[in-house]
């Protein structure tokens, strides 16, 4: 679906806190994968309430 790179994150303060950042190669990918209810079916399991979800673009500023 065009998914190039997922990184979990923990809060160290709250470790019940949970951030993902996802890497995609396409828009229509996320966007479909977002609009399954299955996705928010299994989000259900393992979260208290359904996820923010956010798309961001690359800045095209310098990365290291």
């Known amino acids: 679906?065009?998914?190039?790179?997922?990184?979990?994150?923990l809060n160290t303060q709250d470790e019940g806190e949970f951030l993902a950042v996802d890497s995609w190669d396409n828009l229509e990918g996320i966007q479909q994968l977002f609009?399954?209810?299955?996705?928010?079916?299994?989000?259900?399991?393992?979260f208290e309430g359904q996820p923010e979800?956010?798309?961001?673009a690359q800045?095209?500023?310098?990365?290291?």
């Not at 679906?1 to 994150?9: D, K, R």
Request: aromatic share 16%; no cysteine; net charge negative.
């Open 35 to 46: 609009s399954d209810p299955n996705l928010a079916a299994e989000f259900a399991k393992l």
């Open 1 to 9: 679906m065009g998914s190039t790179a997922h990184q979990p994150f």
């Open 59 to 64: 800045s095209g500023w310098m990365e290291y």
């Open 53 to 56: 979800v956010t798309i961001w």
